[in-house]
């Protein structure tokens, strides 16, 4: 047995570290496990990153370490501790979606990818914050109070994975689960200087994610590398019969990651992700990162994406048409928030709406409810449908000719905390970057990228082919690998 390592060390091990010393027997999972734990206890009243600490993670990690030594567990993951976010169904654990209207909703199956980590062997340590439904960009409209963002006290961590994103951040995880339906895994880490992945549509399955916008959402790892972020994306991808829309993809090749070239690769960079409102100090470092691959052989070229003025107006019209719908099975009969003192059952809808949900959630159901109105569907719904085949021409355009395409994940480093409160429009705006890549379904990775001149990270966006999650972890891998961060 080597020197035994502090639980301080712990805290600084990216995820895959963890495992390979768990398997080396430096560590085993109740050490790594107790390690998390402890500073969840002692640092989270700062942070809100969770809703629930999951109460047998010690056991389970007991569980796991007689597995490991018996040879059953083998995984580059067996032992590793992780976080889920709070929309994603774990069984016998508060999954609330950071919602009134599920705060008592305790599931009675595993989502497919909760499923997937237990059989890795991984310890879940609990479920994390997030934005009501998964509807917001700051983890503010949380039923259960904001995230703060470990960078800067005042500063929103981003949204909505955004309590997956700050306990990696803050050391409270060594890695985390998101979703993104328009940018909810990229954006969080970005303002929280972490690593995330938004995969292919179809490639990680959505059984039991609690959907919003079914033809956008996409389940995700957030690290603190880019091969944590690979390796668990292997371990959670891959076709599932209770979803759909899933589909076969192969696995990341981590070694090939390990010793990714960039020489003679081609980078599209559009001129649109970085025009007016993207503030000056994202910009410069996002440039001095594609620089970084430019004086590593890649071949860089911009090119015009005019479609990105209508980014915005597409993507909330077809994720708030959609979820009008997936919200509408929420009436205090089937699932969670039941209004005491009813007199009939449009009295149980309306209170159990009306009290359930929270102002965000109540806004986009309107909306959506009015796009898909008979009077307005042509006007709006049918037409962001029309823009969004456009979106994919210009994207099927951008990559007969790029390896890659690379803009900023945000626009702007980490809002302060209250600032898009009040101004929903101007929160919305803010995803102008990440929300085309859901509406087509293309993988991106967001990649830490320096800081502002307040110190906050920014974060850079490498978006791929269609299943090609490979080149962009690559991108990432290499850009990591040369100290980069
Ligand atoms: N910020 C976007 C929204 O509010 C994206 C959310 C998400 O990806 N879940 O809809």
């Not at 047995?1 to 060390?9: C, R, S, V």
């Not at 479920?127 to 949380?142: H, L």
């Not at 809002?415 to 929160?427: I, R």
């Amino acid at each position: 047995m080597a020197t035994k390592i502090t639980k301080e060390e712990i805290l600084k091990l990216d995820a895959l570290t963890i495992g390979k010393l768990i398997k080396a027997g430096d560590l085993t999972s109740v050490e790594a496990t107790q390690a998390y734990i402890d500073a969840i206890k002692a640092e989270d009243p700062k942070y809100n990153s969770y809703i629930t600490v999951a109460s047998d993670a010690l056991d389970e990690a007991a569980k796991i370490n007689l597995k490991i030594k018996s040879g059953e567990l083998t995984g580059p993951f067996a032992g590793v501790p992780i976080a889920v976010k709070d929309n994603i169904c774990t069984k016998g654990m508060l999954t609330s979606c950071a919602s009134k209207m599920l705060s008592n909703f305790i599931p009675p199956y595993d989502a497919t990818v909760v499923r997937k980590i237990k059989e890795e062997g991984m310890v879940i340590l609990g479920k994390t914050n997030m934005d009501e439904f998964a509807m917001g960009s700051t983890t503010e409209t949380s039923f259960y109070g904001p995230t703060i963002n470990p960078n800067g006290e005042n500063r929103v961590p981003g949204g909505s994975s955004g309590g997956s994103a700050a306990s990696v951040a803050a050391s409270l995880a060594p890695i985390s689960l998101g979703s993104d339906t328009g940018g909810s895994i990229r954006q969080p880490a970005s303002f929280c200087g972490v690593t995330g992945l938004k995969p292919t549509y179809g490639t990680v399955s959505r059984y039991g994610l609690v959907a919003f916008a079914s033809s956008l959402d996409q389940i995700g790892p957030i690290g603190k590398t880019a091969l944590d972020c690979a390796a668990l994306f292997n371990v959670i991808s891959g076709i599932d019969e209770r979803d759909q829309s899933s589909a076969e993809s192969s696995k990341v090749d981590l070694e090939a990651l390990a010793s990714f070239d960039v020489k003679g690769k081609k980078i599209g960079i559009p001129d649109e992700y970085f025009g007016e409102g993207i503030d000056a100090d994202v910009k410069a470092r996002v440039m001095e990162a594609v620089k970084y691959f430019e004086d590593n052989g890649a071949v860089v070229e911009t090119f015009e994406m005019p479609i990105v003025e209508y980014a915005i107006p597409t993507y909330y019209i077809i994720a708030c048409a959609e979820a009008c719908s997936n919200l509408s099975r929420y009436d205090g009969v089937k699932y969670g928030y039941r209004p005491e003192d009813v007199d009939n059952l449009m009295d149980l809808y309306i209170k159990s709406r009306s009290e359930g949900f929270g102002m965000e959630v109540k806004r986009r159901i309107m909306l959506g409810n009015f796009v898909l109105s008979s009077g307005y569907y042509d006007a709006y719904y049918n037409k962001a449908l029309q823009a969004k085949a456009l979106i994919k021409k210009a994207f099927d355009e951008a990559f007969a000719k790029y390896d890659v395409v690379i803009g900023p994940v945000a626009p702007t480093t980490a809002l302060k905390a209250g600032e898009s409160l009040s101004d929903p429009l101007k929160m919305y705006l803010g995803d102008i970057c990440t929300v085309l890549i859901n509406i087509v379904g293309l993988p991106a990775i967001s990649v830490p990228c320096g800081s502002d001149h307040e110190g906050m990270p920014v974060g850079m966006q490498i978006i791929g082919k269609h299943f090609d999650e490979e080149t962009i972890l690559g991108f990432a891998a290499n850009y990591q690998k040369g100290g980069r961060s």
